[in-house]
Structure formats: C-alpha cells, structure tokens
C-alpha cells in the first residue's frame, strides 16, 4: 500500500523560509513521479513541483520558480520541498502526491494516484 506523510507545515513570516517534508512508503515500481500541490482557501488545488525517480528531472510552477527546492533523499524514502522568500499567496495546505505515469512529466492533479493528507502552511506577520 503506497502511503504519504506529509510534515513541515506551520506559521512563517513573509519573506522567511520552510521545509517541508513528504516521507513515501509501499513504491513497488521502479519509476515514479512525486510531486507538490497546494490548495490556498476558496481555490482550487495547485501545482508547485514535482520531480521524476529516474533522472531527477523538476518541473516547477511558475509562481514559484527561483524561490522553492524540490529535493529528494532515496535513503529516506523522503522529498522535500524547499520555500525561501514565502509569500502571503503562498498561504495552504500542501499535498504530496505520487503517481507510475512518469512520461510525459506533469504537475496536473488528475495525473496523480496516490496523495497525502496535506500540511497547512500559513504565510503572516
């Protein structure tokens, strides 16, 4: 059973900086795609990155390109998603979702299998 923990979340200040976390079990496939998707208050659910298992290629949104790092460690079984000079849009709950469709590499929800419970990440001073 493929399962996704999302961790990181919490209150950051504009401008300042968070990690978050997606720890992945049950992957019995060889090539994969995980990636980010945020969903902010009264709007639909967003792509922010995603990278593929195989040759680490990353696609980013473009709201976001030059301000977050998509990683991942294969020990860990853990991607993270890197946010440096956050924003008040940057404000909702982010999904880590997966999917074996891995060509070609899309940040679109319907293209993804399996999703996390989400994290809420809330941008404020």
């Known amino acids: 059973e493929v399962q996704l923990v999302e961790s990181g979340g919490g209150l950051v200040q504009p401008g300042g900086s968070l990690r978050l976390s997606c720890e992945h079990s049950g992957f019995g496939f060889d090539d994969y795609v995980v990636g980010w998707f945020r969903q902010a208050p009264g709007k639909e659910r967003e792509g922010v990155s995603c990278?593929?298992?195989?040759?680490?290629?990353?696609e980013y949104a473009a709201s976001v390109k030059g301000r977050f790092t998509i990683s991942s460690d294969t020990a860990k079984n853990t991607v993270y998603l890197q946010m440096n000079s956050v924003k008040s849009q940057d404000t909702g709950v982010y999904y880590c979702?997966?999917?074996?469709?891995?060509?070609?590499?899309?940040?679109?929800?319907?293209?993804?299998?399996?999703w996390g419970q989400g994290t809420q990440v809330t941008v404020s001073s």
């Open positions: 979702a997966a999917t074996r469709m891995t060509a070609p590499l899309l940040l679109v929800e319907p293209w993804y299998e399996y």
């Open positions: 990278m593929r298992s195989s040759d680490g290629v990353i």
